[in-house]
């Protein structure tokens, strides 16, 4: 007995169970071998390579243009143009798809697999494992946003050039300029790319089903663009995580604004910090159990897909009534303060394109009125603003003073699109100075103000 | 002193109650003491103590929905009891998985993996969970071991239950554990499989390893472990060693041939703890308790009753299992054909 006693006093002592220093490292590692050998993240990758090159060479192909979107009416002329378009694109529809592709199966596929019970039987802790996951969707997301950036930048430059576009104040940029402008907005989109793709950890985690995990996203992208159309205050607005993705619009005025950016860059990791502090809560707490077939997922239950409609569609109603809580930041004032100096520029610019130069500091005197249609005074909408041209400098600019009736078109985030007359200021495209037809910049006009 | 190794049977000191032994040798590599895991209102697991040896072999027995699974998923960090702890190689489990796993290896139920990568790929992404940068030979040796190598690169999704089995235990190999814990590690394999991976436990005890073997194979338990424990609705309702199994067990049921039947049925009824009989179709079937077996062929023999066939319809451990684990009605009032043939339908 007594070469026994030492062991059970050895035996008998608790030692705790210290973290693998490297085992984040580790986990992250196979996370990011096994999303990378899934076909849905491979196509995705190609998508994101080869995509902008195809948009652009159908675009090359056809007059036409996607004119509603910011920057649209200049695809053809300048190749930040068309990165600027598919951000546009991406912001509503790519990104969300990304984040719950990459995300929204990551947890949920355990289960489907059964293989939960085969990792977490290794040498790696629930937090390790975690840390991994989220770490390598994380680097997946932003690999993916930075590719399309890439690819797109690329495209527009090889099939339509790196020239000068016209920001959202009328001017006329120097292609280095909008080309860091450019990249920057890419930037930008990361932290609510991020964020989508937390929120698709969350629907993984908590539903444990791939395919709620995968359309979450997208359809919180649906509901936020819903949304955009009903509600006029700016609270909710900016507490969704789909309008950071026209946050860094402020930048591409003449005086830059960066409230709204500020703002969804905050919402962007408190959606990040509670939507992974929310999954983890659930993951932690998590009893891996079996089912009959062996697998730890939970027995298909007929009431989830209804308590899971049920819960959106309250969510959805108490969003679309809360849609209009607080102040609204499209004002006739804003409006007509932005669309009167943006009219002076883009008419000169107008001018100069076909070879007539006004003198230095040569300025039309723009007066717009602007009025929202509807039964509301304010808010995003349809509105008309009556442009009032003088001439100060009489004979410098061959202008008539004039009234001009403009359609205005704006969203909720002061952004904003002009579809001038065609009987007044000609169709799509002009034959400038030098004879070339070139994008006639009064026929569409984009813009946007701070709404905060 | 006890030799090293050598185990010792105590009784347990972890509950006052004391109703099971364990075996203490020179470490211990499970020691759970009181685990609890009910699942609303029904407890799958209840009080569970449960000590094993470096070395030692235990089979866990019991019928479905006994708690073997639930045992195993506690044991592994899966589930979190309710009650209880549960400590491998003196480190506390916590019940969320940690390198309280370090050095243990297994499945529970049938092994899963990632069905889009192949075999070779899992194994390495598991070796890198466990933080070694997998040497291709340590895999290429554990394929070979469970005679995978031939389809390593074939995708997940193309094998067999069988295959996935054998992978599951390349995939415990792999981790060089010291303690395996085994749920069903021959479902689904062929009779050569079976006995390969019976050889196998038996060659990593030798090594010291322990092992925790959960199987429904009740036969093929009794190849290999040194103990066993039979749990019945949560409770550990027998704990002990091979040999006190073969002492303690109601009786084993043959079926015997002879050059003389009648003969051999008049020996069987005068020889101490044998019960004979004859089965509807006519055959000499024997219930024989332990120790009654060989006076009984002495006296076979003596008489010049030659055995032509004596087969073991029911071992000691199917028959305690059937004992320990059932409410049906007590073995000795079986005919042994009766018994043969409401033991085998059981287990």
């Given at each position: 007995m007594s070469a026994i006693a030492p062991d059970l006093d050895r035996v008998g002592s608790s030692v705790p169970a210290t973290p693998r220093p490297d085992g984040v490292r580790d986990a992250y590692a196979t996370e990011l071998q096994k999303l990378l050998a899934q076909l849905s993240t491979r196509l995705l990758m190609l998508v994101a390579a080869l995509g902008p090159f195809a948009f652009t060479a159908v675009l090359r192909i056809q007059s036409g243009t996607p004119s509603d979107a910011l920057f649209g009416v200049w695809v053809h002329s300048s190749g930040f143009a068309v990165s600027l378009v598919i951000l546009g694109f991406a912001g509503s529809w790519g990104f969300p798809i990304i984040a719950g592709v990459l995300a929204g199966d990551l947890f949920a596929s355990e289960d489907r697999y059964g293989t939960w019970k085969t990792i977490l039987t290794r040498s790696c802790t629930r937090e390790d494992l975690f840390a991994g996951k989220l770490l390598a969707a994380g680097t997946l997301a932003v690999g993916l946003t930075l590719l399309l950036a890439a690819s797109s930048l690329l495209a527009g430059t090889l099939f339509v050039g790196a020239h000068a576009l016209v920001n959202l104040s009328g001017v006329l940029t120097s292609p280095g300029r909008m080309f860091a402008l450019t990249v920057v907005s890419w930037l930008i989109c990361l932290l609510p790319v991020l964020a989508y793709t937390s929120l698709a950890i969350l629907f993984s985690v908590a539903t444990r089903n791939g395919i709620l995990g995968v359309l979450g996203p997208l359809l919180v992208a649906l509901l936020t663009q819903l949304l955009d159309l009903v509600g006029k205050g700016v609270i909710v607005h900016f507490l969704l995580i789909g309008s950071a993705f026209t946050s860094f619009y402020g930048l591409f005025t003449a005086h830059p604004f960066c409230g709204p950016l500020l703002v969804s860059s905050l919402v962007s990791l408190a959606w990040i910090a509670v939507a992974l502090t929310a999954s983890w809560r659930i993951l932690r707490r998590r009893d891996f159990l079996a089912t009959a077939a062996g697998t730890t997922t939970r027995k298909p239950n007929w009431l989830t897909p209804i308590k899971v409609f049920g819960v959106a569609s309250a969510v959805t109603a108490v969003l679309a009534l809360a849609c209009n809580l607080g102040p609204t930041g499209v004002t006739a004032y804003r409006v007509a303060a932005t669309i009167g100096p943006e009219f002076d520029n883009v008419s000169l610019l107008q001018q100069a394109l076909i070879g007539r130069h006004a003198p230095a500091g040569a300025k039309l005197d723009v007066q717009p009125q602007c009025n929202r249609r509807g039964a509301k005074a304010v808010g995003p909408g349809d509105w008309n603003c009556n442009l009032y041209v003088y001439l100060p400098q009489p004979k410098s600019v061959p202008f008539q003073v004039t009234s001009v009736e403009y359609d205005v078109s704006v969203e909720y985030d002061g952004c904003y699109k002009v579809q001038s007359p065609p009987a007044f200021i000609g169709g799509p495209t002009m034959v400038d100075a030098r004879g070339q037809s070139v994008t006639n910049p009064l026929y569409i006009v984009y813009g946007c103000f701070n709404t905060l | 002193m006890l030799p090293k190794g050598e185990k010792r049977l105590v009784h347990n000191s972890?509950?006052?109650?004391?109703?099971h032994r364990f075996y203490i040798a020179d470490m211990e590599a499970v020691r759970a003491c009181g685990l609890v895991k009910r699942f609303d209102t029904r407890?799958?697991?209840?009080g569970v103590d449960l000590i094993l040896a470096t070395g030692e072999v235990r089979g866990l027995l019991g019928p479905n929905g006994a708690g073997k699974t639930t045992l195993l998923r506690m044991l592994f960090g899966l589930i979190a009891p309710d009650a209880g702890s549960a400590r491998l190689f003196g480190r506390e489990l916590d019940g969320l998985g940690s390198t309280a796993l370090d050095a243990v290896g297994g499945f529970v139920e049938e092994p899963a993996f990632?069905?889009?990568?192949s075999g070779r790929a899992n194994l390495a992404l598991l070796a890198r969970l466990d933080g070694a940068t997998a040497e291709p030979r340590q895999i290429e040796d554990a394929l070979e071991r469970v005679d995978l190598a031939r389809r390593a690169?074939?995708?997940?999704?193309?094998?067999s239950t069988g295959m996935r089995q054998r992978l599951g235990i390349a995939a415990a190999l792999l981790r060089s554990p010291r303690l395996l814990l085994l749920d069903e590690p021959t479902s689904g394999l062929d009779p050569g499989g079976t006995r390969a991976v019976a050889a196998l436990v038996r060659e990593l005890a030798g090594q010291g390893v322990a092992v925790l073997l959960s199987s429904h194979q009740i036969g093929e338990l009794e190849k290999v472990c040194d103990s066993y424990t039979v749990l019945r609705e949560g409770h550990v309702v027998w704990d002990g060693t091979a040999t006190e199994l073969v002492a303690q067990a109601p009786a084993s049921a043959y079926s015997l041939a002879t050059s003389d039947d009648e003969r051999a049925l008049a020996i069987a009824r005068e020889s101490p703890g044998v019960r004979a009989g004859r089965s509807p179709r006519g055959e000499l079937a024997l219930a024989i308790s332990?120790?009654?077996?060989d006076p009984f062929v002495l006296a076979l023999g003596d008489a010049r009753v030659v055995i032509r066939r004596l087969e073991l319809l029911v071992s000691p451990l199917e028959s305690m299992f059937f004992a320990l684990t059932t409410n049906g009605a007590p073995l000795a009032e079986l005919e042994p054909y009766e018994l043969a043939e409401t033991v085998l339908a059981s287990v």
């Open positions: - | 972890l509950t006052s109650e004391a109703p407890a799958a697991v209840d990632y069905p889009y990568l690169e074939d995708r997940v999704s193309g094998y332990d120790g009654g077996l």
